[in-house]
């Protein structure tokens, strides 16, 4: 199998003419799947090496260069980040490696996305003072989804990529449950949990749009505060939008996930539905499940472990907080509850006359208003596309650091 960086490097220069390699560093993937790295030629350029290590995974790559080739110059010249390009590609053993041009940028933890978005790294080359400020990085991403979620679906279509109807994504969901259910590793109260989210017909009331499909911190590259480009385009498809949002989930404050649906809903081509964010936190936490069922179908143990920790302390979060959906807060801490309560024997102590109060504007002050929507936040981050053993590979940035020379 062609694993070292060597071997890719090797592989760059056969599948790239002119390409002569002097050095090589990390580039985060799938380590289940893949083996990648960045190859550096003796012209300074950069290349990203992906190689497959089944004939799953090969055929992911040859999806995703028919979809880099649906990305017509005209289609990427209306979205504000980069995608890759594929400069070449080795067939050997039946899987076929690529590589692509290199792209600017490196990739963020969770955490690092959080951070840069609040106090961003200054650009490489100062601004004109008449330039318009820099927006935020959670507002960057929104506005990027709403440019990817606008693209005409002909576009996949005509690809002949899968499209799928909102019911149609509840029942391909439903059958992965079923799937899931039969490992017989799940916590049950987390199978009777999302099986009832997905037979809640409210939610899946929703139009589709053309999404990426597997976006997470690993496929997003930033570039010194600005967000620069979108990688691993194998999934590209028309479906549910909140599939793009689920990595969000991750994050620890729900402030983020706010600013960057705001962000959309002013970039898209359409408003988001009202219920995208909690099938947002319903696919988060089934891609738990989905991690188990792939470990169990390829063998591999660590995966099954991993996966069976984190869908018990998901479990064990659940009940902690009493959240009865995915996305729904539970209720408050009896002590807060009390306090409240307290508070209002109070108030109603000292004005026994305002049943129906209200304040200077006429609004009610009863406390009986809607929910505010924050989604809840477990502390989760589904490492979907982590290695064998799942542990994140956040906070990578191989595409901007240094590299190691070849021997």
């Not at 480009?229 to 590209?236: I, V």
């Amino acid at each position: 199998m062609r694993t070292t960086p060597e071997l890719l490097a090797a592989v760059a220069a056969a599948a790239v003419p002119g390409v002569a390699p002097v050095a090589t560093g990390p580039s985060p993937d799938d380590a289940a799947d893949f083996r990648s790295c960045v190859v550096q030629d003796s012209e300074g350029r950069r290349w990203r090496v992906r190689s497959p290590l089944n004939t799953e995974a090969s055929m992911r790559l040859e999806t995703e260069h028919l979809v880099l080739q649906a990305f017509t110059p005209s289609v990427r010249s209306r979205l504000p980040f980069h995608l890759p390009t594929v400069a070449g590609s080795v067939a050997q053993d039946g899987l076929r490696t690529f590589v692509y041009s290199h792209l600017p940028g490196h990739t963020l933890s969770l955490r690092e996305f959080q951070r840069q978005n609040e106090h961003p790294e200054p650009p490489v080359h100062a601004p004109s003072p008449s330039a318009t400020p820099r927006a935020p990085l959670a507002v960057q991403l929104g506005r990027s989804l709403g440019c990817l979620h606008s693209l005409p679906r002909a576009l996949v279509m005509d690809a002949d990529l899968p499209a799928y109807s909102a019911e149609q994504c509840r029942k391909r969901m439903l059958h992965d449950l079923d799937q899931a259910a039969t490992t017989g590793l799940i916590p049950g109260d987390l199978l009777r949990r999302w099986e009832e989210a997905l037979e809640d017909t409210t939610l899946w009331q929703f139009s589709t749009r053309v999404v990426h499909g597997d976006l997470h911190e690993d496929n997003i590259t930033v570039d010194h505060g600005s967000l620069a480009s979108f990688t691993g385009w194998s999934d590209l498809h028309v479906g549910d939008p909140a599939v793009d949002f689920s990595w969000l989930v991750g994050m620890s404050d729900p402030a983020f996930a706010d600013t960057v649906i705001e962000a959309y809903s002013v970039a898209a081509v359409q408003p988001p539905d009202r219920h995208l964010l909690r099938r947002a936190h319903l696919k988060a936490e089934f891609a738990l499940a989905e991690w188990l069922v792939r470990g169990v179908d390829r063998g591999i143990t660590s995966m099954v472990d991993n996966a069976q920790r984190m869908l018990t302390t998901l479990a064990a979060d659940v009940r902690a907080s009493a959240s009865p959906s995915p996305g729904v807060a539970g209720p408050p801490p009896a002590s807060t509850a009390s306090a409240a309560a307290s508070g209002a024997d109070r108030a109603g102590d000292s004005d026994v006359d305002s049943v129906d109060r209200t304040d200077s504007d006429g609004r009610a002050l009863d406390g009986d208003s809607a929910p505010d929507g924050h989604p809840s936040d477990y502390g989760l981050s589904p490492d979907h596309h982590s290695g064998e053993g799942g542990s994140s590979t956040g906070g990578s940035s191989a595409a901007s650091g240094s590299v190691t020379p070849t021997s």
